[in-house]
């Protein structure tokens, strides 16, 4: 792996396997009495949030625990960043009190790489969230959901996703998600497809290793997995659809929809869900949907990226004796 992860784009298909199967290893600790590793004690992790965020800091922070690094939660909100601080001064705050890793979520497009670029920092970048730009981790976990569901947690390590057929719905114009979840399937050997009204498709996306549709029916029946998309009204200044109602109509996922996919087909959200818009509570509520279960394989990928990043040599899980004296 590289020195930062900014981009799914970064990742090699090797790189990408690597850390599904470290978190595969990671899962296994998250069933234990102690759900504790030692590999990053007296690391420091940084969560650098400018934007509102529940599920991704949470499982950063839990993640860094997990491995036994310090932590330091960081907020935009009643910090100096508030009183008009820079992003370069607080970056160099960060470097002085000695932060081995960095997880930025930012709402400027871009600036988890001007931090990694920047020289301000020596540690490690990750980007939890930027703009409209990616969320590579995100896309981790979904990779790491659909594969455990697909093709099973025991059927060995190494397993990918090829010729899995993956359709994302939504609002894909203003979704990191969707960037990430396209660039990463596609180098794990996935087919995805695109669905969304014509003004919620970006431009250029005629360039994006993947389909384009317009008719949600006609895709379901030849779908592995759904990935149902919120319509991020807080990033509009335009009408781009005519009402909530029409937008349900057509491109929500209800019970009716749910019932024209394959069996073996699960739902996906990376939350937060607006029920009864883009999907349903019969639909979110259903043994097949993974809204949940991407939660907690989040903490696992989390966990197999600062330690990939940070971890250096050691074995990522310990032995038995090692895991009995830790208990003492």
Not at 142 to 163: I, N, P, S, W
Request: charged residues 25%; glycine residues 8%.
């Amino acid at each position: 792996m590289k020195r930062h992860l900014i981009s799914a784009a970064d990742l090699t298909r090797d790189d990408a396997v690597l850390i599904l199967d470290t978190a595969e290893e990671m899962a296994r600790v998250a069933d234990r009495p102690i759900k504790k590793l030692p590999t990053l004690r007296g690391r420091t992790v940084v969560n650098l949030f400018f934007e509102d965020s529940t599920r991704t800091r949470i499982s950063f922070e839990a993640a860094a625990k997990r491995l036994s690094a310090d932590v330091i939660n960081f907020s935009a909100k009643g910090s100096s960043v508030s009183k008009g601080e820079s992003l370069k001064d607080t970056a160099l705050t960060l470097e002085a009190m000695g932060a081995d890793a960095v997880v930025i979520r930012h709402h400027a497009s871009g600036a988890p790489y001007r931090l990694a670029n920047s020289g301000w920092i020596d540690g490690a970048v990750v980007n939890a969230g930027d703009g409209t730009h990616e969320h590579p981790t995100q896309a981790l976990l979904d990779a790491f959901t659909v594969r455990r569901r697909l093709v099973g947690r025991d059927a060995g390590l190494g397993r990918d996703l090829e010729g899995r057929r993956i359709t994302v719905v939504g609002d894909i114009l203003h979704s990191r998600v969707a960037r990430s979840n396209v660039l990463l399937l596609n180098t794990l050997g996935a087919h995805v497809t695109l669905v969304a009204p014509p003004t919620l498709v970006p431009v250029g996306v005629e360039n994006w290793p993947c389909e384009v549709s317009y008719d949600l029916d006609a895709v379901l029946p030849k779908s592995d997995a759904v990935m149902m998309l919120r319509v991020q009204s807080e990033r509009m200044n335009a009408a781009f659809f005519p009402t909530e109602r029409e937008y349900s109509r057509r491109y929500g996922l209800d019970g009716d929809r749910m019932a024209r996919m394959p069996e073996h087909a699960v739902v996906m959200h990376p939350g937060p869900m607006n029920r009864g818009m883009e999907i349903t509570a019969e639909v979110a509520d259903s043994d097949r949907c993974t809204v949940v279960e991407q939660v907690a394989n989040g903490v696992s990928i989390r966990m197999a990226v600062l330690y990939l990043l940070l971890g250096g040599a050691e074995p990522a899980v310990t032995t038995a004796s090692a895991r009995t004296e830790e208990t003492k």
